[in-house]
């Protein structure tokens, strides 16, 4: 039997503390070579920091780091790429005002005879974008590119630094399906090559695809790890957060009232043949299913006025209204909660306590139109309150918080005008597993008091563990209508890719 190569990468005893924190308590973890390694946990379980330190971006307290056997010093990021390992930050880290093979080479350009040497930098652009299947010029600018193809150009900067080791954080944050699809393309190949993956998500799914093996932590410890074999949802979920994965959905039998908001006949600019049909009632949470591109999100941006819907009747509590955009949207009594927080649902340089109170500052100013602080505070104290948001003060930046925190800063925005229907598309992307827990309890709690919500979903449990009911799209149209006790996965998907019909 052939010998078992030696670790590519071991951190051993990795601990890491920050004034009231520790961030990293004796954590160790191995990549062998051609592996694939997901970490998982929750925000704050130490992930972020873990890879920080393996890139050379912050230096622990204890602990060490081997290469092969050999102890390293990794006292910067230029450490860490002489050693081989680069890392892939979440939010892209690439100059719009250069070129392909500028970036790729940022910092560390080759030269000859003292002058800038491009056509060596554009013979290396152009092998690394070969090894990530992008199909580009080394001289096209970035400027324009879509965001999968940033994320590759990223992969392909650390393949042409000769990287041994890559750490993948979130990368498939901002992709879609196919571009998701092309990164598992290249993950699968850089690993049959040696190179050594370590890839960090909070979809599970994408987990479970890619990954050789799994080492969770919680609270900036190691909670534990599961082999290839072992890799099951259920599994990851009870390691990061101590509690079982069925736990998590709040779902309760609750009294459904009167019909809120009925859309007869809605066509959406981008799906204009197609009219849409539905009712929404108070105290209901109605899930809308399907595949990307089906026309969910132009659904709620037509109900809300961003895109003004090219026909159709809405009704609120009865009354007929014309929404041509959000200003009339919220006078109507419908809030939504957008897909990218980031960049549509909150100001991030701006604090808890002003985002709270943006959609409200009309409403509640002084005479003269001038911002009622004291009414501001109390608000964001409320909401704070009323939705567990954890900061030490409504007074913090929103770019400081969670993913999950900043999530129900959005809710709370919106929550503060008392709608009458809660919109929510995609309301858990980007959040890990025990924010959305607490997503789930607040539209629960919400639905309880007699709000009707209707939330679009890509996480198909997600629509099976919240929905009372699920519509499902297919290609800009309602494909079917499936009740609770109707509710699998089998049916939402045959509904979704139309090998099954169904009337709503």
Excluded: C
């Excluded at 052939?2 to 191995?30: E, F, H, M, N």
Aim: aromatic fraction near 2%.
């Amino acid at each position: 039997m052939p010998d078992r190569p030696a670790p590519l990468l071991q951190a051993r005893g990795i601990s890491k503390a920050y004034p009231g924190v520790i961030a990293l308590d004796q954590v160790s973890i191995t990549l062998m070579p051609g592996e694939v390694l997901a970490i998982i946990g929750e925000n704050g379980a130490g992930k972020s920091t873990l890879m920080k330190a393996l890139a050379g971006i912050v230096q622990p307290d204890a602990g060490e780091v081997l290469i092969e056997g050999q102890p390293v010093a990794l006292d910067s990021v230029q450490d860490a790429m002489r050693h081989g390992i680069a890392l892939i930050h979440q939010e892209l880290n690439l100059a719009d005002n250069l070129d392909i093979a500028g970036n790729l080479y940022l910092g560390r350009e080759p030269t000859r005879f003292g002058m800038l040497d491009r056509k060596a930098m554009h013979r290396g652009a152009s092998e690394a974008l070969q090894q990530v299947g992008l199909d580009l010029p080394a001289n096209t600018p970035l400027a324009g590119l879509s965001t999968g193809k940033q994320q590759m150009i990223e992969i392909a900067k650390a393949i042409s630094t000769s990287a041994r080791v890559i750490i993948m954080d979130e990368p498939t944050a901002s992709l879609s399906e196919q571009e998701t699809a092309r990164l598992y393309e290249v993950v699968d190949k850089l690993a049959s090559q040696g190179v050594g993956i370590i890839f960090i998500s909070h979809r599970l799914a994408e987990v479970k695809r890619l990954a050789h093996r799994v080492t969770v932590l919680r609270d900036g410890k190691n909670a534990g790890e599961l082999s290839r074999d072992q890799v099951e949802h259920d599994a990851m979920v009870r390691l990061m957060v101590g509690r079982e994965a069925s736990s998590f959905y709040q779902h309760s039998h609750r009294p459904i009232g009167e019909v809120v908001l009925k859309i007869d006949g809605l066509a959406t600019q981008a799906f204009p043949k197609h009219r849409l049909s539905l009712q929404l009632k108070a105290g209901e949470i109605v899930g809308v299913a399907g595949l990307v591109g089906a026309g969910r999100t132009e659904m709620l941006r037509a109900l809300f006025g961003i895109d003004p819907p090219l026909a159709g009747r809405i009704e609120v509590d009865g009354v007929e209204r014309r929404i041509r955009n959000p200003k009339q949207a919220i006078a109507a009594g419908l809030a939504l909660v957008p897909e990218d927080r980031k960049e549509q649902g909150v100001i991030l340089s701006m604090s808890i306590r002003e985002n709270t109170s943006m959609a409200r500052l009309g409403r509640d100013a002084l005479p003269g139109g001038l911002i009622n602080p004291g009414k501001e505070k109390r608000l964001g104290q409320d909401m704070n309150d009323r939705l567990a948001t954890k900061t030490p003060t409504i007074e913090q930046q929103v770019k400081n918080l969670s993913g999950g925190n900043q999530q129900k800063v959005v809710l709370a925005k919106w929550l503060a005008i008392e709608p009458k229907v809660l919109l929510l598309d995609e309301p858990t992307r980007g959040v890990d597993i025990g924010a959305k827990s607490e997503i789930y309890r607040i539209m629960e709690e919400l639905a309880q008091k007699g709000l009707a919500v209707l939330f679009v979903s890509s996480d198909l449990e997600e629509v099976l563990g919240v929905a009372d009911r699920a519509l499902v799209m297919h290609e800009g149209k309602l494909n079917g209508e499936l009740n609770r006790d109707e509710l699998n996965a089998e049916a939402v998907m045959a509904l979704a890719t139309n090998t099954h019909t169904a009337t709503v």
